[in-house]
């Protein structure tokens, strides 16, 4: 059993910036990569950035230069900091573990929400 606990979302005007965590726990004994997806209201839900066991990152071209994703191994930790938000990444933000080789788990979610 596995679970990922998120924070950090919330309401933040154009401009502004916000931080999501998501701590992952339970029977994880190698965590190959975490990642963050979001998905807005009508549409799929698609990548946002992933960073892998090596620290390799990948990021949506749409938050290139915005985003940055990190982690903390010794927590199990994955964070997402969003800097010069704007009104398009309004959506529910979901945390995603990919661990013990070829297992996959997800957050509840966490909404943000970028007022104009």
């Known amino acids: 059993q596995v679970q990922l606990v998120e924070s950090g979302g919330g309401l933040v005007q154009a401009g502004g910036s916000l931080r999501l965590s998501c701590a992952a726990s339970g029977s994880i004994f190698r965590i190959n990569a975490m990642g963050w997806y979001r998905q807005a209201p009508g549409k799929q839900r698609e990548l946002v950035a992933t960073i892998n066991s090596g620290g390799s990152t990948n990021y949506a071209d749409s938050v290139k230069g915005r985003f940055t994703i990190s982690r903390d191994n010794a927590k199990n930790t994955v964070y997402l900091q969003m800097n010069s938000l704007k009104p398009e990444d309004t959506a529910v933000y979901y945390c995603?573990?990919?661990?013990?080789?070829?297992?996959?788990?997800w957050g509840q979610g966490t909404q943000v929400t970028v007022s104009s």
């Open positions: 995603n573990l990919y661990y013990n080789y070829a297992l996959d788990s």
